[in-house]
């Protein structure tokens, strides 16, 4: 006789169906006939097994099973194995067969992070004396359970985000770093120390010197001092030259780290600041059986990790390397931003050594722009209905504006001349006239809407536009007129001037594909204005004539390339400026104390020439 049982708790009361099979008949069999029905049937002494288990009580569940020393370990090794936080349990279908049984569980674990694990088995169950218990066996716990088994909750690492640049490559991966510091305070001789450290780090690192060292421990004397963060195999080729050094530290770590060291090292310290928090995707799990000897014999579920999708730069492995070629060649501090005028696309960042001595200058560092700001000036001018590129202005050697002499360089002089031609040789006297009639606010509203002045909170870098003040003074207009004033620009401003030229409007900029760029206007700005295509199409005449049959005339093998040139006369020599576009390509050039403008030119022209065929 086989009796089926269907339970299901319901208060203190059990569902009971008694079903007998007979060969060709079925009878119903009340309880004392051998069903025991209710408290005292099989699935009840079950029921009371696995709500012990399910509240943790796990000496109470294995008083209920025939060798309870075996099961009060095993049941409280699964609630430790697992890390287990719930048990819900409960008993489905019971069989009788004599004084044996089986009933059916249902497991439901909730686990930690949120993981949730169910599953189904079958309690052997015997009775004895009158009294159903539960005959134990690992398969109690779970059904592909040993009884040498145990269970491990096993965690699987989602891989970790990259960092792409515009192509697809590499230019930060997750790996192991190891930091090195430095603590100047208690250590016997910290400048010789410091300078032990920097030689060993030299082959691997040859931004660390002596002067850096003790730089950082003056910042923070009391504690240690980050002063590198190498890789595994730049660690092993330099631990040895290490050890020993007083106050030097070694930290090992998880990090983003570059594939290139010489690949806009600035750039990528900075995205690597912005991304770190982001590069974990979210995590797997599996809970295996494990035998005697620790080795896994089976996989009981599995969910598997979910990792964070790459994120993407607008930089470009091939104009960052070719900028950084072309501004490593000169020894004044020399930097360059490239801008995409049709996306906004941050292209290159790139600085000489000279110039990281000041920190990422190409993005906030600011600077009088020279003859570059003509630009603005000629677009205020135009917008105004003062003057068009046809329009015949004088370019005196020099000319006196209230009780300032602005002379042109080497007093040259080309008479008068329609506005293009002045734009196109650079008169200083032609632009100060045009800039001492035009309204106090108007070259800081036209500067906006070139991109100088407005605020850009770009995800993964700090960048500067410019700073464009109204000039109700006469002289002062003047004076930044031609960009010696008050009008202080970044490359990174200037780069923004030539993309707008070039595209009709702002473009804006980004670096990390998917972070949205935020831009808040300055609290005292005015109305920008719209940049008509009449004035635009005037303008890109003139920049054209630059490169054609002006200042710019280096560059004229190198396409059609639009620009203009610059040289801002600060203490101890001049800045050397070139912006300007070609195609897609949109550019700013700065050698601080660089001299000439054509040196700039120079640099832009190296840049261009190192592209490779196609790319703008």
């Given at each position: 006789?086989?009796?089926?049982?269907?339970?299901?708790?319901?208060s203190?009361?059990v569902?009971?169906?008694?079903?007998?099979?007979a060969?060709?008949?079925?009878?119903?069999?009340?309880?004392?006939?051998?069903c025991a029905?209710g408290r005292?049937?099989p699935?009840?002494?079950a029921?009371e097994?696995?709500?012990?288990?399910?509240?943790?009580?796990?000496?109470?569940?294995?008083?209920?099973?025939?060798?309870?020393d075996?099961?009060?370990?095993?049941?409280?090794a699964?609630?430790?194995?697992?890390?287990?936080?719930?048990?819900?349990?409960?008993?489905?279908?019971?069989?009788?067969?004599?004084?044996?049984?089986?009933?059916e569980?249902t497991?439901?674990?909730r686990l930690?992070?949120?993981?949730n694990?169910?599953?189904?088995?079958v309690?052997?169950?015997?009775?004895?004396?009158g009294?159903?218990?539960?005959?134990?066996?690992?398969?109690?716990?779970?059904?592909?359970?040993?009884d040498?088994?145990r269970?491990?909750?096993?965690?699987?690492?989602?891989?970790?985000a990259?960092?792409?640049?515009r192509a697809g490559?590499?230019v930060?991966?997750?790996g192991?770093?190891?930091?090195?510091?430095f603590?100047?305070?208690?250590?016997?001789?910290?400048?010789?120390?410091?300078?032990?450290?920097?030689?060993?780090?030299?082959?691997?690192?040859?931004t660390?010197?002596?002067d850096?060292?003790?730089?950082?421990?003056?910042?923070?004397f009391?504690g240690p001092?980050?002063?590198?963060?190498?890789?595994?195999?730049?660690?092993?080729?330099?631990?040895g030259?290490l050890?020993g050094i007083?106050?030097?530290?070694a930290?090992?770590?998880?990090?983003?780290?570059?594939?290139?060291?010489?690949?806009?090292?600035?750039?990528l310290a900075e995205v690597?600041?912005?991304?770190?928090d982001?590069?974990d995707g979210?995590?797997?799990?599996s809970?295996?059986t494990v035998?005697a000897n620790?080795?896994?014999?089976?996989?009981l579920?599995?969910?598997?990790?979910?990792?964070?999708?790459?994120?993407?730069?607008?930089?470009?492995?091939?104009?960052?390397?070719?900028?950084q070629?072309a501004?490593d060649?000169?020894?004044d501090?020399?930097?360059?931003?490239?801008v995409?005028?049709?996306?906004?696309?941050?292209l290159?960042?790139?600085?000489?050594?000279?110039?990281?001595?000041d920190?990422?200058?190409?993005m906030i560092?600011?600077?009088?722009?020279?003859?570059?700001?003509?630009?603005?000036?000629a677009?205020?001018a135009?917008?105004?209905?003062?003057?068009?590129?046809?329009?015949v202005?004088p370019?005196?050697r020099?000319?006196?504006?209230?009780?300032?002499?602005?002379?042109?360089?080497?007093?040259?002089?080309i008479?008068?001349?329609?506005m293009?031609?002045?734009?196109?040789?650079s008169?200083?006297?032609?632009?100060?006239?045009l800039?001492?009639?035009l309204?106090a606010?108007?070259?800081t509203?036209?500067?906006?809407?070139?991109?100088?002045?407005?605020?850009?909170?770009?995800a993964?870098?700090?960048t500067?536009s410019?700073?464009v003040?109204?000039?109700?003074d006469?002289?002062?207009?003047?004076?930044?007129?031609?960009g010696?004033g008050?009008?202080?620009v970044?490359p990174?401003?200037?780069?923004?001037?030539?993309?707008?030229v070039?595209?009709?409007?702002?473009?804006?900029?980004?670096?990390?594909?998917?972070?949205?760029?935020?831009i808040?206007?300055k609290?005292?700005?005015?109305?920008?204005?719209?940049?008509?295509?009449?004035?635009l199409?005037g303008?890109?005449?003139m920049m054209?004539?630059?490169?054609?049959?002006?200042t710019?005339?280096?560059i004229a093998?190198?396409?059609?390339?639009f620009g203009?040139t610059g040289?801002a006369e600060?203490?101890?020599?001049s800045h050397?400026w070139?912006v300007?576009?070609?195609?897609?390509?949109?550019?700013a050039t700065?050698?601080v104390?660089?001299g000439?403008?054509?040196?700039?030119?120079?640099?832009t022209?190296?840049?261009?020439?190192?592209?490779?065929p196609g790319?703008?």
């Amino acid at each position: 006789m086989v009796a089926v049982y269907d339970y299901a708790p319901m208060s203190t009361q059990v569902l009971l169906r008694c079903v007998t099979a007979a060969a060709s008949a079925a009878v119903l069999v009340t309880a004392a006939g051998g069903c025991a029905a209710g408290r005292h049937g099989p699935a009840a002494a079950a029921d009371e097994f696995v709500s012990a288990f399910a509240r943790h009580d796990t000496s109470a569940a294995a008083a209920l099973t025939n060798h309870p020393d075996h099961a009060a370990e095993s049941l409280a090794a699964a609630w430790d194995d697992l890390q287990a936080e719930q048990l819900t349990a409960h008993v489905g279908a019971a069989r009788i067969a004599g004084d044996t049984a089986t009933v059916e569980y249902t497991y439901r674990w909730r686990l930690p992070k949120r993981r949730n694990w169910s599953y189904t088995g079958v309690l052997q169950m015997g009775r004895s004396e009158g009294r159903w218990q539960v005959r134990w066996s690992a398969s109690d716990i779970h059904p592909k359970l040993g009884d040498t088994q145990r269970l491990e909750l096993r965690a699987l690492p989602a891989p970790r985000a990259r960092v792409n640049e515009r192509a697809g490559s590499d230019v930060l991966i997750p790996g192991v770093v190891h930091i090195i510091s430095f603590t100047a305070s208690g250590t016997p001789e910290p400048a010789a120390a410091a300078g032990a450290l920097a030689a060993a780090l030299n082959p691997v690192d040859h931004t660390v010197t002596t002067d850096s060292v003790l730089a950082a421990t003056r910042r923070r004397f009391a504690g240690p001092v980050q002063v590198a963060m190498l890789n595994d195999d730049e660690f092993d080729q330099v631990s040895g030259q290490l050890t020993g050094i007083p106050g030097v530290g070694a930290d090992r770590q998880w990090d983003l780290l570059p594939t290139d060291r010489g690949f806009a090292p600035d750039l990528l310290a900075e995205v690597r600041k912005t991304v770190i928090d982001e590069v974990d995707g979210k995590a797997g799990w599996s809970v295996v059986t494990v035998n005697a000897n620790g080795v896994d014999t089976d996989v009981l579920t599995e969910s598997e990790p979910q990792p964070a999708p790459s994120f993407s730069l607008s930089v470009d492995r091939f104009v960052q390397n070719a900028a950084q070629q072309a501004v490593d060649r000169p020894a004044d501090p020399a930097m360059m931003v490239v801008v995409q005028p049709s996306t906004g696309a941050i292209l290159a960042v790139a600085q000489n050594r000279a110039a990281d001595a000041d920190g990422p200058v190409a993005m906030i560092g600011l600077y009088p722009p020279g003859s570059t700001f003509k630009t603005v000036t000629a677009v205020a001018a135009m917008d105004r209905g003062m003057a068009t590129p046809d329009t015949v202005l004088p370019c005196p050697r020099d000319v006196i504006i209230g009780n300032r002499t602005i002379p042109n360089y080497n007093q040259f002089t080309i008479g008068d001349a329609p506005m293009s031609d002045a734009y196109e040789r650079s008169c200083n006297t032609t632009f100060a006239k045009l800039a001492s009639e035009l309204p106090a606010d108007a070259l800081t509203s036209t500067a906006a809407a070139f991109g100088i002045g407005p605020d850009y909170t770009v995800a993964g870098m700090t960048t500067v536009s410019g700073s464009v003040p109204r000039a109700d003074d006469l002289i002062q207009r003047t004076e930044d007129g031609i960009g010696q004033g008050r009008v202080l620009v970044s490359p990174f401003g200037m780069a923004l001037l030539a993309a707008t030229v070039a595209r009709g409007s702002v473009p804006v900029p980004y670096l990390i594909s998917g972070h949205e760029t935020k831009i808040g206007a300055k609290p005292d700005a005015p109305g920008v204005p719209a940049l008509s295509e009449e004035v635009l199409d005037g303008l890109r005449s003139m920049m054209r004539k630059v490169v054609t049959g002006g200042t710019a005339g280096r560059i004229a093998d190198m396409g059609e390339v639009f620009g203009k040139t610059g040289e801002a006369e600060v203490d101890g020599g001049s800045h050397s400026w070139f912006v300007g576009y070609r195609g897609d390509l949109a550019f700013a050039t700065l050698l601080v104390r660089g001299g000439s403008s054509d040196h700039a030119v120079a640099v832009t022209r190296d840049m261009l020439a190192a592209l490779p065929p196609g790319s703008a």
